[in-house]
Structure formats: C-alpha cells, structure tokens
T-cell receptor, first 113, second 117 residues
C-alpha cells in the first residue's frame, strides 16, 4: 500500500532563503508525482507534475526532482517570498494505478519579511 | 491549466438536512472526477471516484448512502451529503484529470467548507 511522507511538517524562514521540501513514498512503481500548493481554506493549485521517466521539472523559482529508486522527491524554492507562504503537498497515484492520488500530510511554510 | 469550479465555497446547514456540492470542469470534459475530504491540519483523503454515466466507486470506509455521487454529464459531478451530522463538517474538494492516461495532471476545485450545526 502506497504511503507518502513529507518532511518537515512546518517551516518558518526569513524572506530570501532557498528552501528544500522533502517527500518520500513507499512504492517506487509510480507513474508520476505531483506537487501542489494549498492556501488556507482554499483548494489545491498544481505546481509541478513529474513523469516517471523524468528526473526533474522547473517552473519559475520552483524546481522539483524525482528519484524513483529511492522513493524520494524534493521541491526546491529559490529566493523565497512572503507570498510563498502556504501548505505544500506532494501526491502520487495509488499503487498499480495512475488516477487516484495519495497525498502526504504537507509542509506548512511561513516566509516572513 | 484546466479549470475546475466547485460550488458552493461555504455552506452551513442544520443537522438532518442534505447538502449538494457541485464540481464542474469548465474548459474540458472529464469522464472521471474524484471527491476528497480534508480535516483541519490533515491531508486529503480520497472518498470516491465519480464516473460519467455509471455508478461511483467508493473507498473503503466511506458510506455510499451517506455521500451520494452523481456524474450525469462530462462536465459536472455532484456530491450530496445526506442527513448531515456535525461529524460530517469538513472541507470537501473535487478534482478532475486533464485527460485519461498515465501522465495526466490533476486539477482541483476551490473546495467547499461544510459546517453542520
């Protein structure tokens, strides 16, 4: 059964720092991995989708890497800003599937000026 | 990215009443949609898979008679919480896939905060 773990659970940093958020999963036979952002009381915004054949994806100040063999992904946020404050969730499809997603508990990020 | 719209964003209802939540894919057709539930400071838990034109598939432990799902068209799925009780108070979020296949991106609605009093 697929399980997803995110470390750290919470992070508070001053503006401008480069950050690394970690995600690990137990079943490495995944089709893809997706990173989301969730603002308080809001839905999810898709940030990056990494296919199983890829090792990383980049969008602006965000870079996500994927190491299937070790069951890990990292989300790198460069030059953090207060507007980056949110909860970041990673998700992978259920074991043997590619539609239903299993989510980690998330990393709550606070970037202060 | 694709847009998924969820309505209402907030609803307060009395115990024993039913509440309907709508999930629409605005600029694409979705044969499959998903309903998730999120408790405060916890992650999303999949409740059910909504299939256009057929019965929904529920995850283990989710009461299908309690959470009625209808997916009558390629752009609309509804979740009805029947005979709501305070323990049903939660944040409900739907999602739809951009297209069928192994490397498709999931898009989520804005969520519905349900409070049962």
């Amino acid at each position: 059964k697929q399980e997803v773990t995110q470390i750290p659970a919470a992070l508070s940093v001053p503006e401008g720092e480069n950050l690394v958020l970690n995600c690990s999963f137990t079943d490495s036979a995944i089709y893809n991995l997706q990173w989301f952002r969730q603002d308080p009381g809001k839905g999810l915004t898709s940030l990056l989708l990494i296919q199983s054949s890829q090792r990383e994806q980049t969008s602006g100040r965000l870079n996500a890497s994927l190491d299937k063999s070790s069951g890990r992904s990292t989300l790198y946020i460069a030059a953090s800003q207060p507007g980056d404050s949110a909860t970041y969730l990673c998700a992978v499809p259920v074991s043997g599937g590619y539609n239903k997603l299993i989510f980690g508990a998330g990393t709550r990020l606070a970037v202060h000026p | 990215g694709a847009v998924v719209s969820q309505h209402p964003s907030r609803v307060i209802c009395k115990s024993g009443t039913s509440v309907k939540i709508e999930c629409r894919s605005l600029d694409f057709q979705a044969t499959t949609m998903f309903w998730y539930r999120q408790f405060p400071k916890q992650s999303l838990m999949l409740m059910a898979t909504s299939n256009e034109g057929s019965k929904a598939t529920y995850e283990q432990g989710v009461e299908k008679d309690k959470f009625l799902i209808n997916h009558a068209s390629l752009t609309l799925s509804t979740l009805t919480v029947t005979s709501a009780h305070p323990e049903d108070s939660s944040f409900y979020i739907c999602s739809a896939l951009g297209h069928e296949g192994a490397n498709t991106e999931a898009f989520f609605g804005q969520g519905t905060r349900l409070t049962v009093v």
